[in-house]
């Protein structure tokens, strides 16, 4: 939706997980998250209710009833005091919650809107540890009790599909297994907190281009193996209470209106029995929404004034004038629909009923006493630290340049992104931190007064920037005199749409126009790399840049995403060693965008001579099931990542059962420093009827290990692990035969085989 406009030793986030941020030593314990609700009680807090749901509908009146169905600010809806029935408030906050917006607008400096920035999607997917998860969801849930917010607008799990997508950072993967288990634990982690979770963007919203009106087109294979299962596992797993429809058009349809998404798929073949609201300004006709799964409409057509920069209530009074609301299409407009068809009724009670669920479900009625959450507390900003010491991926590493000698004297930091704060980026993911640490100022509280630290920023950013001569011999000048470089670039957040256009680089509402650095950075980087080799170069950002004109002149490289408030100080701690690197790629990183399944198999972003239509002709082959398949070259391949210590895959055991099997190895810390290894599972089918990629990511687990240490691994692969959705018959399928199974460190580091016959 659109916008308007420590270093920690010895934190221990208790409440959240059982792992202490800071030494190596901390990674010898695998965080563990407190014994989270089973599905089962989600949908009991959702279904406990009936009987007094029953009776405030009897006590309803229509008008009151469609006065619920609908946004009457921008985030907030419904209320009906004559039956004590509060207003629903939401907020944005994928990673953090928004500051105050609508009717309760305030001041950007007013103390409740700075809270914990906790890093993006994309760093909490790259940790490959579901713990994590759940303690960034309590995070998101305590601090929305403490602002009074009933739903966090989050997580986003859309599939990232193409590269050039503005939104990648807020979502987790290319893959939809790893997709499904990181979600649970988000969305268990903040309904636990009492606050509802509301997963996005339900379905096929991969493209910001065109995003509102596009038409997507894909095989019903491809939505049920790639694009649905992570909704899947919200709904049946994580148990979440409501959900947001998207707003691209699925097969002719939009999808917030679409009845085969919402009715047949959402409602009755998953039995969801939550809520499922518009994305803002989403929904397009009342008769639709009305009879297709739309239960809350939400957002206008005024894109909430984002015109302005002006930062008074005065300046947003349109927003707050009833009569916008009153003209949705789940207003006026469907008030008079059902007095003049009254076998509408029920669809309006259905509807009600959901948004009561999940008011009961989150302690908004019936009673209970709401949980007071906490803001922005150490143990939060302890939790923002580790998923971001988990996240940032090690790239690169000849040599072991990395990791950095605390005895240097010199230490030169170039690169605009060493100074930049992004929480403020990003489109609805923008936030107002407490505070944010950034590259410079991290490794400044890593080395203290004894190191001598220099900083040029060796580009602008600014549209079009080309590179900067001036600029570009400060900082050959800075690393020439330095022992070694720490290089801080990448990519940004786009603050204004109006400002950045088509160039703006991971936000909300426009994709990127390329994957290369932008504001002339290759240049730069080439020329401080020829003035110094000892340069660590560190790439912020939501995915994959093109590092091809430079990467094999450099050391090293870092991917470090958007880290979030404590993201500085956990660069240095990886970069000097006091942490080791865990973090594990969870996309595919392409030589370059010509690449990319969606160049070479699919359309992106539109079918030529059909701009509003994309035939998703990649089909099942997104990410490393593509560049696995047909044999293509990564530049970094999915679930890859280095760490200071190497480790050792014992023998596999497989042991299967009637439609399963289980996978036992051991493994071993080889080196001298504590470390943890993602150990990943892959099925290889190669008798199907059906092509199947040539692997499939169907287990993991992500395993801490002391020096010497070795540690049994555990892989279960239930008969959902071998199965392909066959279209004729319009169910999943397990083809009998033989499959090999391929345990890893990435999906193009296989270290150990096995077969299990089905």
Same mark, same amino acid.
């Given at each position: ?126 940790? *490959? ?140 073949? *998953? ?8 994305? *803002? ?32 209530? /005065? ?105 930049? /704060? ?13 505070? &944010? ?112 004109? *430079? ?51 699919? &359309? ?46 014992? =023998? ?65 692969? =239930? ?40």
């Amino acid at each position: 939706m659109l916008p308007f406009s420590i270093r920690a030793q010895a934190l221990v986030a208790a409440a959240l997980f059982c792992a202490t941020a800071g030494a190596a030593s901390a990674q010898t314990k695998k965080p563990g998250a407190p014994a989270a609700k089973p599905v089962a009680n989600a949908q009991q807090a959702l279904l406990g209710h009936e009987v007094e749901i029953d009776a405030l509908l009897k006590k309803l009146t229509l008008e009151e009833k469609v006065h619920m169905i609908h946004a009457n600010s921008a985030f907030a809806a419904g209320g009906v005091p004559r039956l004590n029935i509060p207003e629903i408030m939401t907020s944005d906050g994928p990673h953090g919650v928004r500051p105050e917006q609508g009717r309760d607008w305030k001041a950007v400096d007013a103390p409740d809107n700075a809270g914990t920035y906790l890093p993006t999607n994309n760093t909490l997917a790259a940790t *490959w540890n579901p713990a994590l998860g759940y303690a960034y969801g309590t995070v998101l849930g305590s601090e929305a009790n403490f602002r009074g917010k009933d739903i966090i607008l989050g997580p986003g799990i859309n599939i990232i599909r193409a590269p050039l997508n503005g939104r990648n950072f807020e979502y987790l993967s290319e893959d939809p297994y790893l997709v499904s288990k990181m979600v649970v634990g988000y969305i268990r982690g903040v309904q636990d907190q009492g606050v509802s979770a509301c997963v996005k963007h339900y379905a096929a919203n991969n493209q910001e281009t065109h995003r509102d009106d596009v038409d997507v087109e894909m095989s019903e294979r491809a939505l049920r193996e790639i694009y649905l299962p992570g909704f899947k596992a919200a709904v049946q797993q994580g148990g979440v209470y409501s959900l947001m429809g998207s707003y691209n058009k699925f097969r002719g349809t939009y999808a917030t209106e679409n009845a085969y998404l919402m009715n047949d798929i959402l409602k009755k073949e *998953w039995g969801f029995k939550g809520l499922v609201m518009s994305d *803002w300004g989403s929904v397009h006709n009342t008769q639709n929404a009305l009879r297709n799964g739309t239960d809350l409409e939400m957002g206008t057509d005024l894109a909430i004034a984002y015109k302005s920069t002006a930062q008074t209530v /005065e300046h947003f009074k349109p927003v707050f004038n009833k009569a916008i609301y009153d003209r949705f299409y789940l207003a006026d407009a469907a008030l008079t629909a059902v007095e003049k068809d009254p076998t509408l009724v029920p669809l309006v009670d259905d509807k009600v009923r959901r948004i009561l669920r999940v008011m009961y479900a989150t302690h908004m009625l019936g009673g209970a006493k709401r949980q007071p959450g906490s803001h922005n507390t150490k143990a939060h900003q302890a939790t923002a630290l580790k998923v971001a010491e988990e996240g940032i991926v090690l790239l690169k590493n000849d040599g072991n340049f990395l990791p950095l000698k605390k005895t240097v004297k010199t230490v030169a930091v170039i690169g605009a992104n060493a100074t930049r /704060e992004n929480a403020g980026g990003g489109g609805s993911a923008q936030l107002q931190a407490k505070y &944010e640490i950034t590259a410079l100022q991290g490794l400044k509280n890593e080395l203290g007064s004894q190191v001598a630290i220099t900083y040029a920023p060796g580009y602008k950013i600014a549209k079009d920037q080309k590179p900067d001569p001036v600029l570009i011999a400060e900082a050959v000048a800075a690393a020439k005199a330095a022992e070694v470089v720490v290089y801080v670039g990448g990519s940004f957040h786009g603050y204004d749409y109006k400002k950045w256009g088509d160039n703006a680089y991971d936000s909300e509402a426009v994709d990127k126009p390329d994957l290369h650095l932008p504001f002339g950075q290759d240049e730069l980087v080439k020329a401080v790399l020829a003035a110094n080799p000892n340069t660590v170069v560190v790439l912020l950002g939501g995915g994959p840049i093109d590092v091809s004109p *430079w990467v094999s002149q450099t050391k090293a490289l870092v991917e470090a995403w958007y880290p979030g408030m404590e993201g500085g100080n956990a660069l240095a701690h990886l970069l000097f060693g006091d942490v080791n690197f865990s973090g594990k790629l969870p996309l595919t990183f392409p030589v370059k965008l010509e690449d990319s399944p969606t160049a070479v198999l699919g &359309e992106y972003p539109s079918s030529p001579g059909q701009p509003l239509k994309v035939v998703y002709k990649d089909d099942i082959f997104v990410g490393y099931r593509y560049y696995d398949t047909y044999k293509v070259a990564p530049q970094y391949p999915f679930g890859y990542g280095l760490s200071y210590t190497t480790f050792k895959y014992g =023998p596999l055991t497989v042991t299967p059962g009637p439609q399963s099997a289980t996978v036992k190895l051991s493994v071993t810390n080889n080196g001298r420093v504590a470390g943890a290894e993602v150990v990943q599972l892959y099925v290889h089918d190669g008798h199907a009827a059906v092509k199947r990629p040539e692997k499939e990511l169907k287990s993991f687990e992500k395993v801490f290990l002391k020096p010497g240490e070795t540690k049994t691994v555990t892989l279960a692969l =239930p008969a959902e692990s071998f199965k392909y959705y066959d279209e004729g018959k319009k169910q999943w399928v397990l083809a009998p035969g033989k499959f090999d199974l391929l345990v890893g460190s990435s999906s193009r580091d296989i270290r150990q085989t096995g077969t299990v016959r089905l």
